[in-house]
């Protein structure tokens, strides 16, 4: 079995882990705490060591201005299609959906698979380009969430100096954004992980490597999956990686790339899995909806851990069959063909449903009335 669909089993172990442990976990207050570990250590923690372990090539500056313009591409395309899709505009699953849809996951779900199909290089090249994807989910993801909590609970009535002071105080308090501003500082004064004493860096680093066991626990115990709820989800998600096969095939037309390698990283590392740092933000949120006591939700956070649930081995299962497909998506005919189907499938349950409800209607006004029926 190889290295690829080794983490792959492993990671999917750990979600069934946590779903069996939803027994012993009863109590809200023991979630609460799991949630607690991961958002204030563990998830600050594997930023510190993330930022600080960034090598920037000049050669490789346009990869994270890539991947971030990915990222807004993919929220405009949220925002128009997700309500053709079911989901109400303005709704607190409208909002959630948003938030997840452009975030990416590459380190859980895309990173393995590129090492054990694409070698080091391409992962160098993810790892530069998940610098774009942290700065939207970790910064344009949070002031997204924050002004979407103005407008929901009606805090239009503070002036924009007392908006912006109450959202500098809130980001502060964030233990994320806290980490955020300290490696920046070391950063800018020439320090980076190497360069730390031991007794500080070893710590941190054993924080940071309870992360991704304690968010796929933490995604077990906390799912509540019904097969209505599963089925709408999926949907989303193939047109999400329908999409994202369709920019990335676009690309292989207007601009011929030769390299194998290149052309493959393009292909799977827009189909990496939500990220759960969106989550964070929103779960932060809940956190002071709840102390206001208000019964105005910005967020779904059952539909969020849902949504993360099911992405993960979407994404994985996805990405596998591209990779061990090989040659088959070198060009970009295959590309664009197998990202149109997938963006056209969700639709089809609901284009069957009109015709068939058009249909009904058409046999009901051609069949005659009892007033017409011959006496």
């Known amino acids: 079995m190889f290295l690829g669909l080794e983490k792959t089993l492993s990671i999917l172990l750990l979600i069934l882990l946590g779903y069996f442990l939803r027994g012993k976990l009863i109590q809200e207050d023991h979630k609460k705490g799991l949630k607690v570990v991961i958002l204030d250590l563990a998830l600050p923690a594997m930023i510190f060591v993330a930022l600080l372990g960034i090598r920037m090539d000049s050669e490789l500056l346009l990869l994270p201005v890539a991947v971030l313009a990915w990222n807004g591409v993919m929220l405009g395309v949220s925002y128009w299609i997700l309500p053709l899709l079911g989901i109400d505009s303005n709704s607190s699953q409208h909002r959630t959906w948003m938030l997840l849809f452009p975030s990416l996951a590459p380190g859980l779900s895309c990173f393995p698979f590129i090492i054990e199909f694409l070698g080091e290089e391409a992962l160098a090249w993810a790892a530069i380009g998940d610098v774009g994807n942290k700065l939207f989910v970790l910064v344009i993801s949070y002031l997204l969430a924050m002004s979407w909590y103005y407008r929901v609970q009606h805090l239009g009535a503070q002036s924009n100096k007392q908006k912006v002071k109450s959202l500098l105080l809130a980001m502060l308090k964030e233990p994320i954004n806290l980490v955020m501003i300290s490696s920046i500082v070391l950063l800018s004064f020439g320090f980076n992980l190497s360069s730390l004493p031991e007794f500080l860096k070893s710590p941190v680093v054993m924080l940071k490597d309870m992360m991704t066991p304690l968010i796929l626990l933490f995604i077990g115990v906390s799912v509540v999956l019904k ?138 006004e051609k069949r005659p009335s009892l007033k017409d029926s011959p006496k």
């Open 227 to 364: 097969w209505k709820s599963i089925q709408k989800i999926f949907s989303i998600l193939l047109f999400r990686a329908g999409i994202s096969l369709l920019i990335s095939g676009m690309i292989l037309t207007f601009f011929p790339i030769s390299n194998s390698t290149i052309i493959l990283f393009l292909l799977v590392f827009p189909l990496s899995s939500a990220s759960f740092w969106p989550f964070a933000h929103m779960a932060g949120i809940a956190k002071l909806e709840n102390q206001t006591q208000s019964a105005r939700k910005t967020f779904d956070l059952e539909l969020a851990i849902n949504i993360l649930a099911v992405s993960l081995p979407f994404s994985t299962i996805l990405i596998l069959s591209i990779l061990t497909g090989g040659e088959y998506f070198l060009s970009p005919v295959p590309v664009l063909t197998f990202g149109g189907i997938l963006s056209v499938l969700p639709f089809l349950p609901r284009l069957w449903a009109q015709l068939r409800s058009l249909s009904i209607d058409f046999e009901t």
